[in-house]
């Protein structure tokens, strides 16, 4: 695939989550080079709206491209397919008309189209041993068709995935060698009072200020020694702002409805199972709060 510096520009240019744009730029030079990519970081921010954009454009609109969501129920039987259950039926008509059904890769290369898996790491390694041989030879044996496809020129796969969050399994040495893993962390905070003073123009600007000092922070606790599971998203950022404009609108104090706020998206990113984590983020909104 080759893609041109207007390309690059354009998809920079249009992407509605700010502040990824060197992510971005990687993404998109490997996918030149032919090679699959898993977007990974904390959650809320951005990678599937950004593997989905990137997608979007190379194929020309929503439509040119699969996505499939993992999950710790998925097999080989959804990722590449199989027998469907339907085969075993006593009659013969039906059993014939779902003898096999072929899964998502399957779909996505015989039909012409890119594919995103998002969520890759909520499914056992188990489910993706069809893709080695699609990834490495560019070949991918069906075994319940005894045929084998070629994977299709320009063929783009994009995954993401949570690494090391709750409800994700491990992903084998040799199946993760088989992406170029791309981090789409955490965005500055400048970038953030940029994308909140668009999406809450009428925000008071000391609760924008708190909002933000208060992702910093929960930030800032994550990174150092993991005493809650992770810092607050762009995703939460923007709540809080919404939430908070919307509150003020009615008649509410500044304080109040960070604090308000502050609380229900701080529950989100502490261990619930954990009381001094809960009380820990709760804390650090009162004394926020405080300094207003």
Not at 7 to 16: Q, S
Not at 160 to 171: C, I
Not at 230 to 246: F, H, N, P
């Amino acid at each position: 695939m080759k893609l041109t510096t207007e390309d690059y520009i354009h998809i920079l240019e249009t992407c509605e989550i700010k502040g990824h744009d060197e992510a971005i730029l990687r993404i998109l030079r490997y996918i030149e080079l032919g090679y699959p990519v898993m977007l990974y970081g904390p959650p809320g921010n951005g990678k599937t709206t950004i593997a989905e954009h990137i997608l979007s454009y190379i194929g020309g609109d929503e439509s040119s491209f699969l996505k499939i969501e993992a999950t710790e129920g998925m097999s080989e039987y959804q990722v590449i397919g199989g027998f469907h259950p339907l085969a075993m039926s006593g009659n013969a008509e039906l059993a014939k008309e779902f003898m096999y059904k072929d899964g998502i890769v399957t779909r996505a290369i015989e039909s012409g189209k890119n594919l995103l898996i998002d969520e890759f790491t909520r499914a056992p390694s188990s489910a993706y041993s069809g893709l080695f041989l699609l990834l490495s030879r560019d070949t991918l044996p069906l075994e319940y068709k005894e045929i084998v496809i070629k994977k299709p020129e320009g063929w783009v796969l994009i995954s993401t995935a949570n690494f090391g969050d709750e409800g994700t399994f491990k992903l084998s040495n040799a199946l993760k060698r088989r992406f170029v893993p791309i981090n789409v962390g955490y965005v500055s905070s400048a970038t953030e009072k940029t994308v909140i003073s668009n999406i809450t123009p009428d925000l008071d600007p000391e609760v924008e200020n708190a909002i933000i000092l208060f992702a910093s922070e929960t930030r800032s606790l994550w990174r150092k020694d993991r005493s809650i599971p992770q810092g607050l998203s762009t995703d939460g950022v923007i709540k809080m702002a919404r939430y908070c404009e919307l509150a003020m609108s009615q008649g509410f104090d500044a304080k109040s409805v960070f604090v308000d706020a502050a609380f229900h998206q701080g529950t989100i990113i502490a261990d619930e199972t954990d009381p001094h984590s809960v009380h820990l983020v709760h804390e650090l909104a009162l004394k926020i709060a405080e300094d207003m």
